[in-house]
């Protein structure tokens, strides 16, 4: 199963006081890589229906950070299914620079929806996001 990857430039902005990217940076990275996959896939990464939302909010992030990232440094983030399930989606991630790792982590999003200010509640995966994803990363 072939990762979706993309590449990120890390700014003077991206560090901390020391030099070095900050942590959460990464964090932005594997979002904007999730977010550019669906994109690429043509699928709604974020559904608005009069008041009513729909998408894909954080419940869990996991993530060891291996090595620094410097500012100029181009990272590139993979990210591969782990868990297409029924309700949530968990996120295999990794970020290198050339080849060498700078973190390896998870993110479980849950499919979900809100009308106006409301509560969230969990919802199915629509079949047409599931079934995109599974045709794309062969699962």
Same mark, same amino acid.
């Given at each position: 199963?072939?990762?979706?990857?993309?590449?990120?430039?890390?700014?003077?902005?991206?560090?901390?006081?020391?030099?070095?990217?900050?942590?959460?940076?990464?964090?932005?990275?594997?979002?904007?890589?999730?977010?550019?996959?669906?994109?690429?896939?043509?699928?709604?990464?974020?559904?608005?229906?009069?008041?009513?939302?729909?998408?894909?909010?954080?419940?869990?992030?996991?993530?060891?950070?291996?090595?620094?990232?410097?500012?100029?440094?181009?990272?590139?983030?993979? %990210?591969?299914?782990?868990? %297409?399930?029924?309700?949530?989606?968990?996120?295999?991630?990794?970020?290198?620079?050339?080849?060498?790792?700078?973190?390896?982590?998870? %993110?479980?999003?849950?499919?979900?929806?809100?009308?106006?200010?409301?509560?969230?509640?969990?919802?199915?995966?629509? %079949?047409?996001?599931?079934?995109?994803?599974?045709?794309?990363?062969?699962?």
């Amino acid at each position: 199963m072939a990762p979706f990857t993309a590449d990120y430039r890390a700014n003077f902005s991206d560090t901390d006081a020391a030099g070095i990217v900050h942590f959460s940076t990464v964090f932005f990275w594997v979002e904007a890589t999730e977010e550019a996959l669906f994109r690429q896939l043509k699928l709604p990464f974020i559904r608005a229906e009069g008041a009513k939302l729909t998408g894909f909010p954080r419940v869990r992030v996991e993530c060891d950070f291996l090595s620094p990232i410097y500012r100029e440094d181009v990272v590139t983030v993979s %990210l591969t299914p782990i868990e %297409l399930g029924d309700k949530k989606i968990v996120w295999g991630f990794e970020a290198k620079v050339g080849n060498r790792f700078v973190a390896k982590g998870a %993110l479980t999003t849950v499919y979900a929806w809100r009308e106006g200010q409301g509560p969230m509640s969990a919802a199915l995966v629509p %079949l047409e996001i599931k079934t995109a994803l599974e045709k794309h990363f062969g699962a």
